[in-house]
C-alpha cells in the first residue's frame, strides 16, 4: 500500500503541503502588516526630522557648519516619530480593534 496515495487530498496536494500552505497563507497578512507599520514609522520619522530641522536648525552660515546642528535634530526628530508609529501601532491599534468588536 502506497502511503503517500492514502494521506492526499482528492486535489491530488499532499495533506503536509497543504497545511504547510495554509500556514504560509496565514502569515502573508502579518508579514504585509509589518511592513505597512515600518514603512509608516520611517514615513512618520522622516517628516518628524524634518519639521524639527526647519523649526529648530539655525541657519548656516561658515561659523556655525561644524559639526551641523540640524543632523541631530533630524536624528532625534526621525527616532521619535518611528518609534511613535511603532507605539500606536502596538498599543492602540489593538485597543481600537477590540472596542469596534465590542461595540459592533
Known amino acids: 500500500m502506497n502511503t503517500c496515495a492514502s ?18 497563507r496565514s502569515l502573508l497578512p502579518r508579514i504585509a502588516d509589518g511592513l505597512a ?10 517628516g518628524l526630522g524634518e519639521l524639527f530641522i526647519w523649526l529648530w536648525a539655525p541657519t548656516p552660515t561658515p561659523e556655525n557648519s561644524s559639526p551641523p546642528p540640524e543632523a541631530f ?4 526628530g526621525s527616532l521619535m516619530g518611528f518609534f511613535a ?3 500606536a501601532r502596538l498599543l492602540l491599534v489593538p485597543l481600537w ?3 469596534r468588536h465590542r461595540f459592533g
Open 7 to 24: 494521506l492526499s487530498v482528492h486535489s491530488g496536494v499532499p495533506a503536509g503541503t497543504r497545511s504547510g500552505m495554509h500556514a504560509l
Open 73 to 76: 535634530l533630524f536624528l532625534w
Open 37 to 46: 507599520t515600518i514603512a509608516l514609522g520611517v514615513g512618520a520619522g522622516y
Open 97 to 99: 480593534v477590540r472596542r
Open 85 to 87: 508609529v511603532i507605539l
